[in-house]
Structure formats: C-alpha cells, structure tokens
C-alpha cells in the first residue's frame, strides 16, 4: 500500500506508515542539519561538564561551539589512551562521559597492533538502533515488494573479553546482535531474515555460517535480498558453499543436521526448520557441481534483486568478484558507521558503487571537518581551521572529527570524504579512502610503518644467508577467496649459490604475518577471512625497471620512492614477470583474543 494519501515524503511516496514516519525524520534531520548540530554540541557538552576531561580545558559551562572550538584540542586515539586505560582498569569516575560507560567495542582500527577500544554508553544502542530504522524505509522507495520474501543474511558474532576492570571489549556488531534490540525486535514483514538468531549469535564461525546456509538454502524461492556487512563477508559464503554444499545437499536430502553442528541452541531451533527436501537436494547438487559458478547467487537465489554489502572503500576490490557470482545485481550500500559512531546512510541505495554518496545524520553526534590539505603537521599547537557539517562545500575532501555522547571530543575518525552535494542542507559525502592504509583484505587495516616492521622481521631471518631485503612492494590479492598479502621482495645475496632455502623463506612469510596486527592475525586464524601470506621473490634489477617504468608515465627521478602498495595492472604484471620464486606461510601466526593490552 503506497501511503501518499498518509504522509508524503520528498525522498518519494512511502510503502507503509512507519516508512512515512522514517522519511519525514530524515527530512527534519537534513532540513535543520545546522541547528540540529548545534544542540547536540550543546547536549553533549551540557551533559558532561563535570568530567574530569572536559573540566581540564575550563569550559566553565559553555556549551556553544566558538568556545568549544577555542578551548577543546583535536585529538586522535593516542591521546586518549590513558583515560581510556584507567576506564578499563576499573575507574568508574566520569573520566570522559557523566553516563557510565556500559562496554568497549573494538575498532578494527589499531594503535600499537592492538585493536583500539571505544567507550560507548548504553543509550548508543538506541541512536544506532534509529539508524537502522531508517534503512528500509529509504530502500523501500527504490525496490518494491521486499515484504513479500526474506533477506538472506550472513551475520556474525566475534569473540568478547573483559578489561581488567570488568568491563567487555567486543565489535560493536558483536554488541548490537547480543542486544534486546536486534534480538527481541519486533516482526517487519519488510525486514525478516532467513537466518534465526540462534545462527547468527553462535560464536563458532563454522556452525553459523553452515546454519545460515543450510537456512538460506531452504527459503530460496523466498529470498529477495543476499547481503553481508562487507563485500568479503558475502564472497566468504560464497566460499563456504564451494567448500560445503555436499554436506548441505545430503542434509536437505535427509533433514538430517551436520554432526559439526552441535550448538544446542541451533539444535532446538533447528528441528523447526529441518525437512528432507530430496527435490531442492537434487536442484542444489546440479548447480553446484557445474565447472562455472557464475551467476551462482541469482541460480540459487532466483528472486534476488539486490546485493545488499559495502563495496565502498577498500572493499570496492571486490566488485567485479561479485559482479560474477550475481550476474551484476545492484549493490546497495546502505549505510556509513563506525565503532565510535554510526554517522550516516545512503539515501539512494540503488546508485552504482562509484556514485554512492553517504548522508551524515545530524543527530547522531556533533561532526567537524578538516579541509584535507591543510592538514596538520604533528605537534602544531594551533588548532586549524575545522569546518561544520552545514558549511563544507561540494567538491573539497575533508578528514571526519567527531564528538560524542560516550566521551570523544574532537577525536580524528581517520577517514577521508569528499561532498558530492546537499540533501536539503545536509551534506552528501563520498567515501574516498580510510588515512595510512596500505593493505585491506577483509576488516584489517595495514599501514606502511606495520608493513614495514614486518619486512624488517622478517628479514633479519635472511641475515644467516649474507642476504637481504633492498627492496620490497606489496599488493593485497583478491583473485582467491580468501584474498591474501603478496609481498614482492628484491634480495641481495652476497653468494648467491648459498642464498636462503624455500624452506627459510616460508619462514619469513609467517614471521611477516606474526608482526602484523591483531586484526589482520584474528582474521587469518579465528575467520578464516584472509589467506596464508606471500613472499615473491623478483630477480635483481626488477624495482629499478619499475622505477623506470615510473619516470615513463611522468615521475620525477628525484621524488621517486618505491610505492610500498601497487595495485595498478601493468604495474603488477610488470613485478609477476619478474618472479622467481614464490613462497607462502606455511601455518596460522598466533592469535588470541585475550592478548590485549589493557
Ligand atoms: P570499525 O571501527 O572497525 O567499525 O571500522 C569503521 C571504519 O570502517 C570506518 O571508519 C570506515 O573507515 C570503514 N567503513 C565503515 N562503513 C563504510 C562504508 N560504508 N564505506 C567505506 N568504508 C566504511
């Protein structure tokens, strides 16, 4: 039922009167971007006057931007690492937010390899819960029908530790599927999944994925939508039923369950769901076990009408993966958030990835804007000149500084944005790339100085050879599922003959991979999200003819520096033609979820 004749929106007719409401939140929202701002600074401010963070730069109660942009420095995770350390440690005084901080959750984001811990407080869920309302409500305006089948979904949960003071650490998807919110959340025909909670909230990886599986098997004809977070999450159950469709088949067969599975919470709700289905076995067997597996999802899934992932930033890698196991369906990116913050959604879900643009919703926190260029130099006391959401203008990449309910002032995100135009007066950004990242195959993040320090590691390993590392580039491989880091590596060894065995070089390839971060090391061995890491070996001379190949297109000789990251096709057919021996990590590093600092 089009609900013109209820409440009409601008954004288009809405499907039902809950969308109606959503939409018109929207347009309020984007229509006062300015104002809306200004009394959340005031709230934010207002409410935690009396913590020992904000009472340090002698607010004395101001709670009006000029003040606080004259008094409260930027910050990024660094400098807020000893309060944070004393909340994890116990100290329950309102150190950054008068509210308690209810748990962490851990960014994907590291500072000293470890993951980093935001504080957040309870009433975060409902903000973030309200941008999740808002989702369906715009898609609805796009795509009809979605109350009419499934959304298959794969979800997952990620382990959880506590903090010496008692407090959890966990992903804020981790904290949001736990929650009341997501678990007891009332029925939506426009918003039903194939997987039960209790596949979803499973902590062993295999088990859930096989459930949501096998479920997302059964309602095939129902399922409308196939989504994950992430793009590599998506292409991981397309993996996942490469690897199990056998067992799946055998199960619909039988209405049997894989002895594997044992959680008995999937148990009980399963034998709601398990049939023998021999017809729908014999369908699934036929089109797995074909050479070609493209178009697989829209085969299996015939009703699909979207893919519902981020392909956004570093994930964009994967589109054209996607593309050929979904026949091309649109891909919606539907919202932009972030373990500090859930910031925005996509109010035009269906655009081609390239054209996808985010809007920041005003009451989700106070954001500011710092113009990309003038970025500071480190140690530079004088605040530069931050820009308000209102005020950023169409065409200029800014970096993303955000104040929070939970207790984060000024705080870099570490992402850069560009505008691409206003909805009503709030700004529409591109996502352009996330500062320092070389690397990315799943959720890990790799900057040079990591990269780096592993090359270095590893390298001293070559030292017994009277051989080193003069010079090194990288690339993250999507090609296989799971992607994995190629690292390209010229040796100089002083007797050649004598030079380092396969054998060492595999040892260099996991001493690499055990310098990494704990992020990358937790998706390598408790995901299986990333694949084991490669060292090439390219003959002596190799990064000179690249550097040539560099000044050929217009580099400077003087300004030339080894890109630590190429990504570039001739580029990296230039490196492959050059390989002489290639070598992989031969077993998982270590990981452990209990190896955090605090
Ligand atoms: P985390 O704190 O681990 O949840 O990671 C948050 C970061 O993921 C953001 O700051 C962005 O860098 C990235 N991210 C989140 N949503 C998107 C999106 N829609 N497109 C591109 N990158 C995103």
């Not at 059964?218 to 409308?224: A, C, E, G, P």
Request: charged fraction near 25%; charge should be negative.
């Amino acid at each position: 039922m089009a609900v013109d004749s209820i409440l009409s929106s601008p954004l288009g007719p809405p499907a039902c009167e809950k969308d109606a409401k959503a939409l018109q939140f929207i347009e309020e929202m984007t229509r006062n971007a300015d104002s809306v701002q200004e009394n959340v600074l005031a709230h934010i401010l207002r409410r935690n006057a009396d913590t020992e963070y904000l009472k340090s730069f002698n607010l004395d109660g101001a709670t009006d931007r000029e003040t606080f942009k004259s008094k409260i420095p930027m910050v990024t995770y660094e400098d807020l690492q000893p309060f944070i350390q004393r909340i994890a440690d116990g100290d329950r005084s309102p150190i950054l937010s008068s509210h308690p901080v209810s748990e962490f959750l851990t960014s994907s984001g590291t500072s000293a390899g470890e993951r980093k811990l935001m504080p957040t407080i309870k009433e975060e869920l409902d903000r973030r819960q309200l941008l999740y309302s808002l989702l369906m409500p715009v898609m609805n305006l796009y795509v009809n029908g979605l109350d009419k089948g499934k959304g298959l979904y794969f979800l997952f949960i990620k382990s959880e530790t506590k903090t010496p003071g008692g407090l959890l650490a966990r992903p804020v998807l981790t904290s949001y599927y736990k929650s009341d919110h997501f678990k007891t959340r009332p029925h939506d025909p426009y918003n039903v999944y194939t997987s039960p909670n209790e596949a979803i909230l499973c902590p062993d990886s295999f088990q859930s994925m096989y459930t949501q599986m096998l479920c997302g098997l059964y309602d095939r004809h129902q399922v409308l939508r196939v989504g994950a977070v992430f793009a590599s999450g998506l292409l991981r159950a397309i993996r996942f039923l490469q690897l199990n469709w056998r067992q799946l088949a055998d199960d619909i067969r039988a209405g049997s369950l894989n002895h594997k599975v044992t959680d008995p919470d999937i148990l009980s709700c399963m034998t709601r769901i398990l049939r023998p289905d021999p017809e729908l076995a014999d369908f699934i067997v036929s089109e797995c076990s074909k050479e070609k597996w493209e178009r697989i999802i829209t085969r299996i899934w015939p009703n699909t009408k979207y893919l519902d992932v981020i392909v956004t930033g570093a994930m964009a890698q994967y589109i054209p993966t996607l593309d050929y196991y979904s026949g091309g369906l649109p891909k919606a990116c539907t919202m932009y958030a972030s373990s500090e913050c859930y910031f925005g959604l996509n109010l035009n879900p269906m655009s081609k990835p390239s054209d996808v643009s985010y809007t920041i919703m005003p009451n989700m926190a106070y954001f500011e804007f710092l113009p990309h260029e003038a970025a500071p130099a480190a140690g530079v006391a004088q605040p530069p000149p931050l820009v308000d959401l209102a005020d950023v203008e169409v065409g200029k990449e800014y970096e993303l500084v955000i104040t929070t309910y939970a207790g984060l002032y000024r705080y870099h995100v570490g992402d850069i944005l560009r505008v691409t135009g206003f909805h009503n007066a709030a700004p529409q950004f591109q996502f352009v790339r996330r500062k320092n990242v070389l690397l990315s195959i799943d959720s890990d993040k790799t900057d040079e100085a990591e990269l780096q320090a592993a090359v270095e590691s590893a390298s001293r390993l070559l030292k017994g050879y009277d051989t080193s590392v003069v010079e090194y580039t990288s690339y993250a491989d999507t090609a296989t599922i799971p992607g994995h880091y190629v690292v390209y590596w010229e040796l100089l060894a002083r007797e050649p003959t004598a030079g380092p065995t396969g054998e060492v070089m595999e040892r260099c390839c996991l001493e690499m991979e055990e310098c990494l971060n704990s992020v990358y090391r937790q998706c390598r061995v408790a995901d299986g999200s990333i694949g084991a890491l490669e060292i090439r070996v390219v003959r002596n001379g190799t990064f000179e003819e690249l550097m040539d190949y560099a000044i050929s297109r217009g580099a400077s000789i003087n300004q030339y520096k080894v890109p630590r990251c190429v990504s570039f096709t001739p580029i990296t057919e230039l490196l492959d033609s050059r390989v002489v021996s290639t070598h992989f990590s031969p077993s998982l590093p270590h990981w452990a979820p209990d190896r955090r600092r605090c």
